[in-house]
């Protein structure tokens, strides 16, 4: 897996997906016409005329809309620049297979407000937050379990907090700070989710913030057998972002 790739979040989430069906025992196909298949599922990016297809095939459309924003081949809307729901548009790609679908999976509720204003029936719209699920990574060997303990020098009894997010969103970083303070029995790895902006991210940090807990890691990306590692030994996987932010 790639983690500078520019399509990593929509990847990562439809082997996600993926790993989530195959534990359930739920059968799937990459052919989202198969006969067997009853139900079509979209993530961006995609074009309308897939979506009209698989309605000619008799297929029920479910599309994740909005959980990988942060990805210029994935992004659906300019809700994020513009921080503003007025101000925010949908292509009318987007817009014609919202209404075709028979439901829709969005992050939070403000993307729900932004379809429900672009026409689309707030009855097909179903509010499911992002997560991860960890019995994906049950396989892996012990070794690998020790990565996050070495990698960022912890004691084996170390209670591990784990956070995504983009240190442009001063909001993110107050909380996660003031989380810290108040869990000193805690240490708390903030994960920078744009690997391309280390430099800029130090220098954001301690402009905004003068002093930092010492319980308090940040660092971006690094290794995608570290990331997993995280993931396993983690007390709590927490999304505290705001809704821009991703």
Not at 19 to 34: N, Q, R, T, V
């Amino acid at each position: 897996q790639n983690l500078e790739s520019a399509r990593f979040k929509a990847d990562r989430m439809r082997k996600t997906i993926k790993a989530a069906l195959s534990e359930a025992g739920i059968g799937y196909s990459f052919d989202k016409l198969a006969n067997e298949a009853k139900i079509a599922h979209f993530i961006p990016p995609f074009k309308y005329s897939s979506i009209e297809r698989a309605i000619a095939f008799d297929k029920k459309i479910v599309i994740s809309a909005f959980y990988t924003e942060g990805e210029k081949p994935s992004q659906i809307s300019n809700y994020r620049q513009q921080q503003d729901l007025s101000k925010a548009n949908i292509p009318q790609n987007y817009l014609k297979s919202f209404q075709k679908a028979h439901k829709i999976l969005v992050p939070c509720q403000e993307y729900k407000d932004l379809m429900v204003k672009k026409g689309i029936p707030s009855e097909k719209i179903i509010i499911l937050n992002p997560g991860v699920n960890n019995k994906i990574y049950r396989y892996l060997p012990e070794t690998d379990m020790e990565l996050t303990r070495r990698y960022y020098s912890l004691a084996p009894d170390t209670k591990l907090l784990l956070f995504f997010g983009n240190p442009k969103d001063k909001e993110l970083m107050k909380r996660v700070i003031a989380l810290a303070n108040l869990r000193k029995d805690c240490k708390l790895i903030f994960l920078a989710t744009n690997p391309h902006t280390l430099e800029s991210f130090w220098v954001r940090i301690r402009r905004s913030f003068v002093k930092l807990p010492t319980n308090l890691i940040l660092t971006t990306f690094k290794d995608i057998n570290v990331y997993r590692s995280l993931l396993k030994n983690c007390r709590a996987l927490i999304y505290m972002n705001s809704i821009l932010i991703d």
